[in-house]
């Protein structure tokens, strides 16, 4: 069985960098074909796709978060991490980590129970 952890702080001041830690247990996130996201909801909205990075460590973002994203990982802890750089209290929402499938192409099969980010002075 496939778990995610997200953690990382739970205030953040505005201008700050953001660093989010998603510890996957159960598979390897260099396992061939799975790609694993990050993915926000801020309150009273949809979800929100910020960014990815495969199975071989590629990356992409959402061109909405204006190239503060970025993602990396660990492969000795197994674990991937989101920066997001000069956070505004837009970015305040329920950060989550997923696992992707199919190159990507799949559904989410896993997530992890998400955790809550508020941007705040």
């Known amino acids: 069985q496939v778990q995610l952890q997200e953690s990382g702080p739970g205030l953040v001041k505005p201008s700050q960098t953001l660093s989010l830690t998603c510890t996957v247990s159960g598979g390897s996130i260099t396992t061939t074909y799975y790609y694993w996201s990050w993915i926000r909801q801020p309150p009273g909205k949809g979800l929100e796709w910020m960014g990815v990075?495969?199975?071989?460590?590629?990356?992409s973002y959402s061109p909405s978060l204006k190239s503060r994203a970025s993602i990396s990982r660990d492969t000795s802890k197994n674990q991937f991490t989101l920066q997001l750089s000069s956070v505004t209290p837009e970015d305040t929402a329920m950060y989550y980590c997923?696992?992707?499938?199919?190159?990507?192409?799949?559904?989410?099969?896993?997530w992890g129970q998400g955790t809550q980010v508020t941007v705040s002075s």
């Open positions: 990075i495969s199975y071989r460590g590629s990356t």
């Open positions: 997923v696992r992707a499938p199919d190159y990507g192409l799949g559904p989410y099969d896993y």
